[in-house]
């Protein structure tokens, strides 16, 4: 295997479990997506989401803890977890003892969570926070990610944050799943209106290029169907001449237990051949996490 390879198989890139030491707010993972070591910020411990997406892992059965975000504890638990990073202790904890080097070198700090980050009422103080944290580690060259459904991107305080992360080698990674409404209240179930969804899209990627984020699966059986992809194409296509910027597609499919059980894995084939439909119909790189 290669240096630097992610074996889909290893423990450490299947168990994203938001709980790691005694921490509340920060956890490691090993991401594919990311390429390497990726330390999760879950600014949602109390699960709060405004989607309820038909695939998501999120227990929801079981209460969340904590309410808001304690900024001091959060960089605590930061500095700490990148300490043990950077002295190799979190390379012989369980998992992470099986995936070499990854676990030596962060490749990024991303706001991802029990729930939608841009729910909590001071996110651009948790995005400065991480900011400040990372400036004192001398971490410059590692990214700061915002992995989010995009419905509360128009909100001023995460625009704020938004401009923070773009002075921090920051990159946003927004959710979209549908190309109809009627799809996206089949798969997101949201009560956020689509509209206001690809709004957000298209003002957010007018300001900096941002990567769109898919998780296509089977529903009752069901692939998305021919005239859906049409028109997911034609909204990524409606970003792209709008003025946005598309830095690429990451294409993925259900990969831990789902809360339904009509939604389903996709198989590699299949998802491969939604990429090429992608690629041909709107020109924009596509990345495919089967």
Known sequence: ???GEIKSSWAAVLDHTRNFSDFT????????????????????PDKACNFDCIYCEVDRSTPGTRTEVDLKQMRDELRALIQRVKDGGLAREPKFDQVGDLAREVKDIAFSGDGEPTMVKNFSECVESVAEVKRHEGLSETKMVLITDAAGLDKTDVKHGLSIMDSHNGEIWAKLDAGTERYYKTVN???????????NLLETARERPIIIQSLFLKVHGEAMSEQELTAFCGRLNDITTGGGRIQEVHLYTVA???PEEFAAKLENEELEAFAQTIRKETDIKVAVFP
């Open 25 to 44: 707010f920060v956890y490691p993972v090993i991401s594919r997506r990311s390429q390497g070591l990726s330390i999760g910020i879950n600014l949602n």
């Open 1 to 3: 295997m290669a240096s």
């Open 256 to 258: 831990r237990p789902t």
């Open 189 to 199: 179930r949201s009560s956020v209106k689509f509209e206001r969804v690809l709004s």
